[in-house]
């Protein structure tokens, strides 16, 4: 046998048989016979080529040629190779029904409110005051890590809008023609631009669409505005005020505190008020120098200094707080200190040298059920108790119907992801603030005179 015939073929469709199998090599497309022809190896490879190179400008010579195969019988070696899955810029607001993706955290005001509570019976908070309830966190995702802080920031404010029931006009200006997202903003930006919205904004940023470009609060206003949704600028420059920080501090504590509240010192305001409320507020969007944050109100510690309470599109909840946030707080129970859980473990071990687990009747109708696995973190402020008599018979399927399963988190951890302290602040000297003050729609006549960017300068 000639050696060419023990030459194997890479890439065919088709099996065939080994080369120790009597019988002539045939092209695997069009079963010329190589033997034949005497073709070398590289002449074969230039043979397969010709099949699947049809937009190449060489032709196979007349040597090579044969009747043509039927469109319908020629069906090219075809993988099913997973697709690159893209990136999801999913929104996603608290009334809708699906659930929320990864980078969605809904839940975790109603969360940090009881987290705060336990604060303030530790003596750790004397007082604060938190936004809308159904604010939701959305971080940044893979593809727009680097650049998305405002985008992101954004869409919480949208979410947010879109649940509230002040003013429920808004979820159809904010959703029609195209709802929010990060490619979507961009475009939208773009729309408002030609229609002679923030010419300057335009001529700096040129195109934004499919591009990884910053954008600020600026940008958002002009968003806002185009669909009619009535948003404010507050500018900070502390760099020209006797006293620095305290006067953005106070701005936010007059915003966040209930109307019927005494305006004055912080200790006027919150007098004779609950220790931690959570107002209809919105959120408000906090713009500094190289990044942008969402406020979603703030605390006073023990010694009186005010902290921020933040969501930070670039810092995720950890998993086990966003597990416990969608469950609901009725899913925690709030660790009392490491001591005592250290000494809850000596006192009551199990065989296994782990805290004996805690179980609550699964007939408690402010109970929610829902599916939860151990987190994969390294911190220890997670314990998910299942109920030893169901568990052993339920591995592969995850919780029975009927059992709960009860998630410990230290209320001091929960409140310290979300504190933004003065000290922080005070590193920058200018901030910007947009803030929705929840008044009519504006009219096209309102949209037009705000096509330049204002701002209301504070300090």
Known sequence: MDSDDEIEIIGERNSRPSCAQAGPTLCQLCDMNFDSENLSELQRQQHYETHFNSSSSKQPSNKFKKPAIPKDLFKPCSFQLPLRKKPADEF???????????????????????????????????????????????????????????????????????????????????????????????????????????????KDLRNLVDTNKWIGTAELYTAFTFRGVPSQLVDFDLSKSEKGIQVMIDWIVQYFSPPNSKQGTVTDVLRGASPVIATDKMPLVLQFNGHSQTIIGYEISKNGDINLLVFDPSRPPRLSMRRAA????????????????????????????????????????????????????????????????????????????????????????????????????????????????MTDPWSIEERNKRKVVTSISCG
Not at 110 to 125: I, R
Not at 326 to 337: M, N, R, T
Not at 391 to 407: A, F, K, V
């Open 92 to 202: 996603w607001y608290p009334t809708l029904s699906r659930p929320p993706p990864d980078n969605c955290c809904p839940g975790l005001i109603p969360l940090l409110k009881h987290a705060l509570k336990k604060c303030h019976t530790k003596g750790n908070t004397r007082r604060a005051v938190l936004c809308y309830e159904s604010a939701t966190h959305i971080c940044v995702e893979a593809f727009d890590r680097r650049w998305g802080c405002g985008y992101r920031n954004f869409l919480m404010a949208c979410a947010a809008l879109m649940d509230q029931q002040i003013q429920t006009i808004y979820f159809a200006l904010l959703d029609d023609p195209f709802p929010p997202g990060v490619r979507n903003l961009q475009r939208w930006i773009e729309a408002a631009w030609k229609e002679g919205y923030d010419r300057e904004g335009a």
């Open 326 to 437: 969608i469950a609901g707080p009725s899913s925690v129970v709030w660790e009392q200190s490491r001591t005592n859980q250290v000494l809850q473990s000596v006192v009551h071990p199990t065989s296994n040298g782990r805290s004996s687990k805690l179980k609550r009747p699964s007939s408690s109708s402010d109970i929610q059920q829902h599916k939860r696995s151990k987190s994969s973190e390294s911190d220890n402020d997670i314990i998910i108790v299942e109920d030893p008599d169901t568990s052993r018979n339920d591995q592969g399927s995850g919780i029975s119907p009927g059992q709960t399963q009860l998630l410990t988190l230290d209320p001091s951890n929960v409140v310290n992801h979300f504190r933004l302290g003065t000290r922080k602040l005070q590193r920058k000297q200018n901030y910007q603030i947009l803030y929705f003050p």
